[in-house]
C-alpha cells in the first residue's frame, strides 16, 4: 500500500501540508475520482472489513464502494499523512422519517482547528469538512451542516428548499474501530432489507453535478438541473466505463 498510487488515483499531484486547506482537496478529489458503488454486494462478491483489500480494489483496480470501503480506505490515507482522525459510526436516516440499521454507517472524524466530519462514502453529499458546530458549508450538492443533539451525538443535516432542514444521519463521534462494523457490514451485503442488495448504484460527483446509474436509470446532474435517461441491461457495461472508468471482470 502507497501512498503515492492513492493520490496518484484521486488526482492529487503532491503532499502539500497537514491542514485544512489539503483536507479539502484530498476529499473533494476523492469524491470526483472514486465512485461510490455496490457492484460487488450485487454480484455477491464478500466485502470484508481489509483496507489492503480495498487498496488493491479501489486505487489498483480503478473501482469504488460503499461506507466502508472508501472512508475504511481514506482513514488510512489520512492516518498516514498524519492527520489526527477517527473512524465513528452514523445512523442513516431515511426519506420515510425512520432510522436505518443503528450505527451502520462508517464516516469520519478529523481533528484539525477543531473537529469535523469528512465522509467519502455517503454518495450525494457534501464534498467538504463540515464543523461540529452547526456553521453551514455550501457545495454544489447543497448546503449543510452538522448540529450537536447531545453529548458526542451529532446530526448531520442538508436544508431543502423550504429551509428547512433535512436529517441525514446522526453521528456518534466516539471512536470505532473497523472491525466494530462486521455486523452492519454483512448485513448491507446480504440482507434482502438492505438498500444495497436491491439495485446497482453507481455514482459519482462532478465539477457541477453527479452522475448516478440506479437499476435501470442513469441520472445526470448538472447545476441543479437533472436528466434522466433509460438503460438497458445491455447498455450498462458500457456506460461503467463511460461514466465511472469501471471495468468489471
Not at 122 to 148: N, Q
Request: charged share 25%; hydrophobic share 35%; with cysteine.
Amino acid at each position: 500500500m502507497k501512498i503515492d498510487q492513492y493520490l496518484q488515483r484521486i488526482g492529487v499531484d503532491e503532499i502539500i501540508a497537514i491542514n485544512l486547506e489539503y483536507l479539502k482537496q484530498l476529499q473533494f478529489r476523492h469524491m470526483l475520482h472514486i465512485p461510490f458503488e455496490n457492484l460487488d454486494v450485487i454480484c455477491h462478491v464478500p466485502i470484508p472489513l481489509d483496507v489492503e483489500t480495498y487498496y488493491e480494489k479501489v486505487v489498483l483496480n480503478h473501482r469504488g464502494g460503499f461506507c466502508y470501503e472508501l472512508n475504511g480506505l481514506f482513514y488510512w490515507l489520512l492516518q498516514n499523512l498524519g492527520f489526527k482522525s477517527r473512524l465513528v459510526s452514523g445512523t442513516i436516516n431515511r426519506p420515510d422519517g425512520s432510522w436505518a440499521l443503528a450505527g451502520s454507517h462508517a464516516c469520519l472524524i478529523v481533528e484539525i482547528d477543531q473537529p469535523y466530519l469528512v465522509d467519502v462514502g455517503f454518495g450525494d453529499s457534501a464534498r467538504t469538512p463540515l464543523p461540529l458546530t452547526g456553521e453551514t458549508r455550501e457545495d454544489v450538492s447543497g448546503i449543510y451542516r452538522v448540529v450537536k443533539v447531545k453529548e458526542n451525538i451529532y446530526d448531520l443535516q442538508r436544508q431543502k428548499d423550504s429551509y428547512e432542514w433535512d436529517t441525514l444521519y446522526r453521528i456518534d463521534s466516539r471512536p470505532k474501530k473497523l472491525t466494530a462494523f462486521a455486523e452492519a457490514c454483512h448485513f448491507n451485503q446480504t440482507s434482502p432489507k438492505s438498500h444495497f442488495t436491491q439495485r446497482e448504484i453507481v455514482s459519482i460527483g462532478t465539477m457541477d453535478g453527479r452522475i448516478t446509474l440506479s437499476g435501470n436509470s442513469l441520472t445526470i446532474t448538472n447545476n441543479g438541473k437533472k436528466e434522466k435517461v433509460p438503460v438497458s441491461v445491455a447498455e450498462k457495461t458500457s456506460i461503467l466505463e463511460k461514466y465511472f472508468q469501471i471495468r468489471l471482470n
